[in-house]
């Protein structure tokens, strides 16, 4: 993606990478990663481990607003 991200794109950035507990409670809420097409065993994985979670959030943004 050219340029800056906007608000938006900013927040979710953050989120995904920094604020692990908010992205977790997202994920929950509004089936975030639903567009990364995962098997359960592997996001189940993601919500017990933040580590995990941190490596889902990478591959996400990368999805998301990178469109990789």
């Known amino acids: ?3 800056p991200l ?3 794109s900013r ?3 953050y989120m995904a990478l920094y604020d692990l507990d908010s992205f977790r409670s997202q994920i929950k809420a509004n089936g975030l990663l639903n ?3 995962m098997d359960s065993t592997t996001i189940n994985k993601a919500m017990e ?3 995990e ?3 889902l959030g990478i591959e996400w943004i990368k999805k998301v607003l990178f469109n990789h």
């Open 49 to 51: 481990d933040d580590v």
């Open 6 to 8: 906007d608000l938006k």
């Open 53 to 55: 979670l941190l490596k």
């Open 11 to 13: 927040h979710l950035f």
């Open 35 to 37: 567009a990364l097409h």
């Open 1 to 3: 993606m050219p340029g």
